[in-house]
């Protein structure tokens, strides 16, 4: 049995995430096809995920025991760590990310949890073997012009990668909010290709 975790983050009512439909697709066929994978769902903002605060930093540098695990921030690190599949869910905020995304990743960055530090370099201790990053950007950010400035699903794949994640595929629908553009079947054609990954993720 294989842990994913499902990692939601849009400030969007319930039903209204054009990303989260492509994302809640794909994990409905990833259950089809895994019916005894256990998937967690992690939505950043009904957890509150917050600003690392001067208080919060002995915790994060500080000594780890058993009783880490309880922390209400080195939670989430063990957590991430601990999945064997992970899947991101967000919209692209101005070329990156919405802030919680930032926030959440500064929880789970934490020496001896989810990386540490050798002589040769940084080595990710993640369990995780695959990821799969899942966005909805409101213009064209893959063409050679504009490629550059798409900062979110980069950041994403550099984390994970320093946290030893290898595997990393991407679904982004784009120009979501150019107007004149099919909206519906951009969102559509993505959620074909998102079932199709779910089928060998």
Known sequence: ?????????????????????????????????????????????????????????????????EESKKHPILKYAYQIAE???????????????????????????????????TAQGPVGLCRASKALIVSGRGGDYSNPITKELEMGERYLRAILTFFGVKDIKSVAAENLDVIGIDVEKIVTDEISEAKEIAKNF
Do not use: C, H
């Open 1 to 65: 049995m294989n842990k994913v975790l499902y990692i939601k983050a849009n400030i969007k009512p319930e039903g209204q995430s054009r990303t989260f439909r492509i994302s809640d697709n794909f994990i409905e066929e990833y259950k089809k096809n895994n019916p005894n994978d256990e998937v967690t769902v992690l939505d950043l903002y009904k957890e509150g995920i917050d600003f690392l605060r001067p208080e919060d930093l002995q915790a994060v540098f500080g000594e780890k025991t």
């Open 83 to 117: 999945a064997d599949k992970i899947v991101i869910a967000t919209p692209m905020w101005n070329l990156g990310t919405p802030a919680i995304v930032k926030a959440y990743f500064d929880y789970v960055s934490v020496t001896g949890i989810t990386f540490k530090y």
